[in-house]
């Protein structure tokens, strides 16, 4: 199990700096890219934010009405265009195998996440499930 998204493995966090476009839009990182779907009037000035500015900026953004519906099919489709569109990225996650991926983290995080033993993980299983994905589209 790889537990927590730091050093060897910081790859996978959302903070790490990875290229992704969504959407029509450049992003630094996937955080940027998650944080400017929450207001679509916004997202350009997410563009060349790093993770932790977009994620203090997304708090403060007029959160789209539907959010809580679209958020996890959003962010399935982040990861997925990062690990797609960066094939250095791709190889690495490929290369966890059949590993379980928690984004164990200290921040209490417990839908993305786990902390303390307690969440949804819901981060990791879209990483496990991007990872099924690319893997058959290589076999295919």
Known sequence: MINE???KYYFLSNFSS???QYEGFMFENNEAAFQAQKDLSQRSKFCN???NEAKRLGRRVNLRKDWEDVKDKIMYEIVF???SQNPELKKK???TNGEELVEGNTWNDQ???VCNGKGKN???KILMRVRAELRKERFS
Do not use: E, I, S
Request: proline share 10%.
């Open 18 to 20: 990875a290229k992704v």
């Open 81 to 83: 265009n990062k690990f």
């Open 49 to 51: 934010l790093p993770p």
């Open 122 to 124: 819901m981060l990791g």
């Open 111 to 113: 839908y993305w996440g």
């Open 5 to 7: 998204f730091r050093g």
């Open 93 to 95: 996650l490929l290369a």
